[in-house]
């Protein structure tokens, strides 16, 4: 597959904005810095961050065994998607693929840059259907979007489906990974070399619990990572961020602990909404929440609103009639919310 026929015309040709830190890049060294209109007076931000956030690239080429040049930050994975969809879709003429019921962003960055959005919508198991998606597929469908685990539904999809559709589908294929930490499945980031239309976006936002720093990761070809960088806000990962980052690369170990007492916490709250008499079906999850199918979704909701408790409705998603969606809280917060369901 030839990436740079997917790319639009305009950002193939474009030059990117050369900041003076691009220009400019020891800038650890002990030099006098007059380059960027920066207040020289020293408070701990009053430079400008590392365009190419390269101590953070580091900690994550170590951990992840993917070279630098196959990773570009954004702020949040919601940057990172508006990146690709700003390199491959040529407004009111592309369209992406979604599976829903999925993460709500594909389809508003969709709308807000003005692509269609050919929704295939799920197997009742909540896998891709395959075949349908490359039938909905044509010569202007530049992105398909799985996510997997899936957000609201909480299932990895299927190996094979995955494997086929990365092997066929004429266009970028985009796995959002943002619960993969939580997953009993791999990540397909240790098969990023064999597929040159493969993008792997993650995230700080959940397992790492620094959703408020706003950090996501995305791994992909070189050349793919080229265009993206080409066309990213200069400095969109600012400097606290990148520390915070840094320091939480120095405590993997509490990421792997709090990672098995959300797992914990779920396996309890799943007890406890077992014994629930309006919880129908608790779907089975390989994510930090759990998608639960009750008599009537939005009564039950308004009815936790009134108790103090938020949860999410997802009723008005296809496949998802009158199911609400719990994440996994402390274990203090399962007791109060089971305590909440069993009094309604
Ligand atoms: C929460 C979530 C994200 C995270 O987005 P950020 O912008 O990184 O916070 C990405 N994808 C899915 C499917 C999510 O549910």
Not at 216 to 226: D, L
């Amino acid at each position: 597959m030839k990436i740079e026929k997917l790319i639009r015309e305009n950002i193939r040709a474009m030059k990117p904005y050369s900041s003076a830190r691009d220009e400019f890049k020891d800038f650890d060294t002990e030099m006098i810095f007059l380059d960027a209109n920066e207040n020289p007076h020293e408070n701990g931000v009053n430079r400008y961050p590392d365009p190419q956030q390269k101590t953070v690239k580091t900690e994550l080429v170590k951990l992840k065994k993917v070279k630098e040049s196959q990773i570009l930050l954004g702020n949040g994975s919601d940057e990172v998607l508006d990146l690709i969809f700003r390199a491959f879709c040529e407004p009111k003429e592309d369209n992406i693929i979604t599976l829903p019921p999925t993460y709500g962003m594909y389809s508003v960055l969709a709308n807000l840059n003005n692509i269609e959005n050919r929704e295939i919508v799920l197997t009742k198991n909540f896998e891709p259907s395959v075949k349908n998606i490359l039938e909905g597929a044509d010569k202007n469908s530049k992105i398909l979007f799985l996510c997997s685990p899936n957000n609201p539904t909480g299932n990895s999809f299927s190996k094979e489906s995955v494997e086929v559709l990365l092997n066929t589908f004429p266009g970028i294929v985009v796995i959002d990974e943002a619960y993969i930490d939580f997953s009993e499945h791999k990540s397909w980031l240790d098969r990023l070399n064999e597929f040159p239309n493969l993008i792997i976006t993650q995230t700080f936002s959940k397992a790492y619990a620094m959703a408020g720093v706003r950090l996501g990761i995305c791994y992909a070809s070189e050349e793919i990572i080229a265009v993206l960088n080409k066309i990213k806000p200069p400095y969109n990962i600012n400097d606290l961020t990148q520390k915070c980052a840094l320091k939480r690369f120095t405590k993997l170990d509490d990421l792997k602990d709090d990672v098995k007492n959300i797992l914990k916490e779920r396996a309890r709250l799943i007890q406890g909404l077992k014994e629930i008499s309006f919880v129908e079906k608790i779907y089975p999850s390989d994510a930090n929440f759990v998608l639960v199918v009750v008599d009537n979704a939005t009564k039950r909701y308004n009815q936790l609103i009134e108790k103090g408790i938020v949860i999410r409705n997802r009723t008005t998603q296809p496949l998802c009639e009158n199911t609400l969606r719990f994440t996994v809280g402390t274990k203090k917060e399962t007791k109060l919310l089971i305590k909440a369901l069993n009094e309604i």
